[in-house]
């Protein structure tokens, strides 16, 4: 069996890519209007999306994404939505959250290779229960103020 490939030209290989990028630009402006969730930082790249500008400098990153779109918003970083909560007021409503609702499980797969397996979200629901109390009540204000003078020190 034989394929004919005359149709695979390069002006009809920029009518496809125009056409897809046309549908991304019409998606994300439909988002953008009709959503109820939180503001999407827009990229003229759809896969690499904001990946240069959050590399460059991250806290520029937060700080700009937060003045443009408020405490709260999502960004596209290499194909991934990642959603930037910038003002303490809005963790309580992540980690408060019921496991169905939001899972912060999802999000912090990225620190496995950082604490291992078995740490905190990683861990089977009841030990990780018992290390969220342990991590809720070590890791407070209070305690923080002490561990100054002991970084300060080292």
Known sequence: MEIDLA????KNVGIVVGTLYAIYLVNALARKLFSKAPPVWFSMVPVLGTL???GKNPVNFLVDGRHKYGDIFTANILGKKMTFMTHPRMHKDFFMR???ELSPREVYKFVIPVFGRGIVYDA????MSQQLKFVGTGLNNK????FVSLFEKE
Do not use: C, R
């Open 143 to 146: 305690n923080f103020q002490g």
């Open 52 to 54: 240069v500008s959050f």
């Open 124 to 127: 089977e629901p009841a030990i």
């Open 98 to 100: 019921k496991d169905t």
């Open 7 to 10: 149709f695979l030209t390069w």
